[in-house]
């Protein structure tokens, strides 16, 4: 059976050998790299982590498609979006359940949001509470930016609510925990331009490739992708990493995304003694 130190010592080996700027191409993190202002790059790096699902060839075409119809300037469309006149040019757009109508009122939404907070970091930082029982702020400012968006008009479509998930709801919030990443780190691969948080508080963006090598590691016993399986995960990698627990998402990812097998020594009845994983405060 695996020792925690050894299962660390293999975890940052993985996390080493995926997060080289050639992970970027691929990922939709490559969207927001392709813009220099810091503005575009969290405007449309929100849009990016939210339809970044589905296949990747696909939605990375799509992301392409959204960028062009804002004119490869979307701060500037975003901010000034006005609904009589620039709706037309989020008309068609679709990608898998994101429908034109989602495109128009999240955009609406959050033009309104960045008029009243300017950025779209200051909009997570307004909700960042002054103090948590929790070691993370992170659901906290989840739950209030996208409690936000979905309320800033009062007709805003239930439909939004599908794009936009709520750690109280009981959602993982792999896409905004995959934002934050983005924004918050600094290296090879993520942007660092958000002072908002610091990476040690930062939560594990968990999706089905992630749970299952977790699971298959024993680092995670739950079998929902929720927000407590969230919990649990990234209390783990902080116990290996206090300052940067975030960084285990490409060792997990990687290895799910590129269909590798994981080291035999860590798995099966050679997995970690789940009685021995810190737990959540």
């Known amino acids: 059976m695996a020792t925690l130190s050894e299962l660390q010592s293999y975890l940052d080996r993985l996390a080493k ?48 498609e959204l960028c062009e119809r804002m004119d490869y300037a979307p701060h500037k469309f975003v901010r000034s979006f006005a609904p009589d006149r620039d709706a037309e040019a989020l008309n068609g757009f679709v990608h898998r359940t994101f429908q034109p109508i989602d495109a128009v009122w999240l955009t609406r939404n959050l033009s309104t949001a960045l008029d009243r907070h300017d950025s779209v970091e200051a909009l997570f930082a307004a909700h960042r509470p002054s103090d948590s029982e929790d070691a993370s702020p992170v659901a906290a400012m989840l739950q209030g930016v996208s409690t936000t968006l979905l309320t800033l ?4 479509p239930q439909r939004l609510r599908k794009h936009l998930a709520r750690p109280e709801a009981g959602s993982a919030c792999k896409r905004l925990n995959m934002y934050l990443r983005w924004m918050v780190r600094a290296g090879p691969v993520d942007l660092g331009i958000w002072a908002c948080l610091d990476p040690a508080e930062l939560m594990l963006p968990i999706d089905v490739h992630v749970g299952r090598q977790a699971r298959a590691l024993g680092l995670l016993d739950r079998k929902t992708n929720d927000w407590k399986a969230v919990r649990r995960l990234t209390t783990v ?13 490409f060792a997990f990812f990687g290895v799910g995304a590129q269909d590798e097998s994981l080291d035999t020594r860590f798995t099966g009845d050679n997995s970690v003694d789940g009685s021995s994983l810190p737990t959540p405060r």
């Open 153 to 156: 008009h009062d007709d805003t």
């Open 237 to 249: 990698c902080r116990h290996f990493c206090a300052d940067d627990p975030a960084r285990y998402d």
């Open 17 to 64: 050998r995926y997060e080289t700027p050639a992970f970027i191409d691929e990922d939709p993190i490559s969207i927001p790299h392709a813009f220099d202002d810091p503005a575009d790059q969290e405007v449309i790096g929100l849009y990016a982590a939210l339809l970044a699902w589905g296949r990747r060839d696909v939605m990375l075409r799509k992301l392409k």
